[in-house]
């Protein structure tokens, strides 16, 4: 396996408090966005909290999708880090709709250390939401917001360099 | 637990290729790297690839804790991610003297979506060497580097505001 991949955080924002407190579905929610992913599943973990939520991690042979849901705020934080050739924008589109997030938060950071160089780069941070999307441009003179209509994030999305 | 989480990414590089792939001790480290972050662990899972490298997780009350090690490249993908009280950087602290790593790589994003407004904000992205601090800040411009003398690294790295 490529020591060099793509890690996405993603903030679910107003999703679905039902869906957020079922953990047989976001299981077969992350899962399905495993494979969607294109990436192998080794083994997974979910676990429900009392009175609610649900943490769980599909452990995956090109690293990890996580997932910890706050069915109260309709809230859930997700990562979604692949190696190799996998595809993590495809495990969010399943997410995304799974979840019935009205607002997705993303950030895009790539990762993978051989050389002594700093590894870590992130390519992007952006809100997708009904609006369309909004691109968080970080700088040292803050933080600059952009929106923009409606389009593959991957295609504009691009800060901190 | 509340909905508002601190996130450790890190590369940790040259390391011990044999700490590296022992399944035992990586799972050992992570959780002791739990216990030193004051969480609570929920349960774990690990897995060992052929011919080499490990992946697992460690998921606690707080969110999770997560490794993949490449042997080969003497290296470790981890990320420490802790809402509530945890304290990501002394799971840090764990692991870097665990694997014996001679350079670290840091991004630090704060996490948590209450309110429409964006959540995630990359509050430092640096390397620890034995040459002292490397801030690494991000701008419109490039990435301009910036070494320092060593000093915790909370108190002096703050990127992207």
């Not at 396996?1 to 999703?15: F, I, P, Q, S």
């Not at 997705?104 to 997708?128: C, D, K, Q, W, Y």
Request: charged share 25%.
């Amino acid at each position: 396996m490529k020591a060099t991949g793509r890690h996405l955080l993603v903030e679910y924002k107003n999703c679905n408090p039902l869906v957020l407190n079922d953990r047989l579905l976001i299981e077969e929610l992350m899962r399905s966005a495993a494979k969607a992913a294109d990436t192998t599943i080794v083994t997974s973990v979910f676990h429900p909290f009392f009175p609610q939520g649900i943490s769980g991690v599909v452990v995956i042979e090109e690293s990890h999708l996580s997932i910890h849901t706050w069915p109260e705020y309709g809230y859930a934080a997700v990562d979604f880090f692949t190696c190799g050739d996998g595809l993590p924008e495809k495990a969010h589109e399943v997410l995304k709709q799974g979840l019935e997030a009205k607002t997705s938060e993303i950030m895009f950071v790539n990762r993978g250390a051989i050389s002594e160089e700093p590894a870590m780069e992130m390519v992007s941070h952006l809100t997708e939401s009904e609006q369309g999307q909004t691109i968080h441009f970080s700088s040292l003179r803050g933080v600059e917001d952009v929106t923009v209509e409606d389009k593959p994030f991957r295609k504009i999305a691009r800060a901190g360099k």
